[in-house]
Each structure stands twice: as structure tokens, then as C-alpha cells.
């Protein structure tokens, strides 16, 4: 069964750190591009980065600003999305996609496979 799950979803404080994961199993990440999603109730997923096969990561920087990055672990399977600098607007709910094409896109329709999403909370 092709799955991915993410974890790592919590409440902290304004200025925190998270890390969040995303596992994949019955298929092999580092043949996909990942990217990470959020989503708030009433609006549309959006994307916050994307990791190609070769580990070139694509920030949409107006929402990232250098706050957001992506790292893989081939051993594994797993992708991450490390958060600074946490802001009560990042509270979302947080997607992982994978995508056979073997190059990033920002837009939902390209993805292939998705996880469930995990939950933040940012708020004091």
C-alpha cells in the first residue's frame, strides 16, 4: 500500500521551532519530488516548498521567508519540514505530497500521493 503519513504536529509558542516528518511506505521517496502543504479552514492548500529527486529544494518565498526548510532522509524514507521562528498565522493544518515527476510544482492537482496533514497550533 502506497502511504505517506506526517507527524510531528503540536501547540507551541510564538518564536518556536517544529519539525515535522513524513514518511512513505510501498514506495521509494527519493524516485518523487515532496513538497509541503498548508491548509486553514475556508482556504485554498497552499504550497510552501518542494524537494526534487536530486535534493534541490523550490521555496514560495513570500510565505517561506527563510523561515521553512526541507531535508530528506534516504535511509529513512522520510522527508522533514523544519519551522523557525513560529508565528501564529503558521497555524495550519500541514500536508506532505509526493510526485513521480521527477520536478517540482507548486500547484495541488500535480501531486500524486498525500498524507492525512498535521495539525499546528501556534498561539501563547
Known amino acids: 500500500q502506497l502511504q505517506l503519513v506526517e507527524s510531528g504536529g503540536d501547540l507551541v509558542q510564538p518564536g518556536g521551532s517544529l519539525r515535522l516528518s513524513c514518511a512513505a511506505s510501498?514506495?521509494?521517496?527519493?524516485?518523487?519530488?515532496v513538497g509541503w502543504f498548508r491548509q486553514v479552514p475556508g482556504k485554498d492548500r497552499e504550497n510552501l516548498l518542494c524537494?526534487?529527486?536530486?535534493?534541490?529544494?523550490?521555496p514560495v518565498e513570500d510565505i517561506v521567508k527563510g523561515r521553512f526548510a526541507m531535508s530528506r532522509d534516504s535511509a529513512k524514507n522520510t522527508v522533514y519540514l523544519q519551522i523557525d521562528t513560529l508565528k501564529p498565522e503558521d497555524t495550519a493544518k500541514y500536508y506532505c505530497?509526493?510526485?513521480?515527476?521527477?520536478?517540482?510544482?507548486?500547484?495541488?492537482?500535480?501531486?500524486?500521493?498525500w498524507g492525512q496533514g498535521t495539525q499546528v497550533v501556534v498561539s501563547a
Open positions: 505530497a509526493a510526485r513521480q515527476v521527477l520536478t517540482c510544482s507548486t500547484s495541488v492537482a500535480d501531486y500524486d500521493f
Open positions: 510501498g514506495f521509494n521517496l527519493d524516485y518523487y519530488s
Open positions: 524537494i526534487d529527486h536530486i535534493d534541490l529544494m523550490t
